[in-house]
C-alpha cells in the first residue's frame, strides 16, 4: 500500500470576503491588501484545480515534490483504485482510490473554464496596479463555463466561490456596484447580465422567496455577513 499523505487541496473562497471587496471597490477604495487576499486566493484555488485536472486526465502532480508523472492506466475508469501512483523522483506514493477521493465532488475539474484559469494563473501575479488586479478578478469571476466549448454548463465560479450554483449567480447578480467603482467593472457586469439572458436567467425569475434561501446559505458561511 502507499506510504505517502493524501493530498490537500486550496478550498473555495467564501461569498462573505468577496462581497467585502466589492463594497470597498463600490465606496472608491482601492485596498491594494485586500484586493491581493482575494486574488491569491483564488490563485491557489485555481493552481490546485489544474492539478487536479491533470490528474484526472492521467498527469499526476506530487503533493510532496510537485514533480509530474503519469498515472496507471491511460483512462481514469481502466485504472483501479488499488492500483498505487508512485512519485519517481521522490518516492511518494499513494493508492489511486484514495487520491481520487481527495478530490471527488470538490468542484475541482476546471472543464471549460480551464483556459480562463490559466490566463488569470498567468497573468494575475504579472499585472502591477491595483485595479488592473481587480478587473482580472471581476472579469474571471463572471466567466461561463460555455463561452469557449459552447456546451451547456454553469458559471464558472462555481469552482472557486462557495455555495451552491444557484446561491452563486444570484450572489454575483447582486454584488456592490457603484460609479466609484474601478473603470471597466460596469462594463463586465452588463455582459454578465447578458450571459444570464442567455442562460435563462434574469432579475425577474429569480423569485424573493429564491433570493432569500440562497442568500441565507451566504449568511450562514458568515454568521456577520449583512448581504
Not at 468577496?18 to 491588501?33: F, M, P, Q, S, V
Not at 488592473?132 to 466561490?161: K, N, S
Request: with cysteine; charged share 30%.
Amino acid at each position: 500500500m502507499g506510504s505517502g499523505r493524501r493530498p490537500t487541496w486550496a478550498p473555495r473562497v467564501s461569498r462573505h470576503k468577496i462581497a467585502h471587496l466589492y463594497r470597498t471597490d463600490a465606496k472608491g477604495i482601492r485596498d491594494e491588501d485586500l484586493v491581493n487576499d482575494v486574488g491569491y486566493a483564488f490563485l491557489a484555488r485555481i493552481h490546485d484545480i489544474l492539478k487536479v485536472t491533470d490528474a484526472h486526465a492521467g498527469r499526476v502532480h506530487c503533493p510532496r515534490c510537485d514533480a509530474v508523472f503519469p498515472r496507471p492506466g491511460p483512462e481514469l475508469r481502466m485504472t483501479r483504485n488499488d492500483q498505487i501512483v508512485k512519485c519517481p523522483a521522490c518516492g511518494w506514493q499513494l493508492p489511486w482510490g484514495d487520491y481520487f477521493r481527495s478530490y471527488r465532488k470538490k468542484h475541482l475539474l476546471a472543464g471549460g473554464m480551464e483556459s480562463f484559469f490559466r490566463e488569470f494563473a498567468r497573468d494575475f501575479p504579472e499585472t502591477g496596479t491595483c485595479g488592473e488586479r481587480m478587473i482580472l478578478i471581476d472579469t474571471l469571476l463572471h466567466r461561463y463555463h460555455w463561452e469557449l466549448e459552447g456546451e451547456a454548463g454553469g458559471p464558472g465560479a462555481v469552482g472557486l466561490i462557495g455555495g451552491t450554483r444557484n446561491e452563486i449567480i444570484a450572489f454575483l447578480n447582486e454584488l456592490t456596484y457603484d460609479e466609484k467603482n474601478t473603470p471597466g467593472l460596469e462594463q463586465n457586469r452588463t455582459q454578465w447580465r447578458k450571459k444570464l439572458g442567455w442562460a435563462g436567467w434574469s432579475e425577474e425569475n429569480v423569485d424573493e422567496r429564491t433570493k432569500q434561501h440562497r442568500w441565507e446559505g451566504f449568511r450562514r458561511e458568515d454568521p456577520e455577513a449583512t448581504g
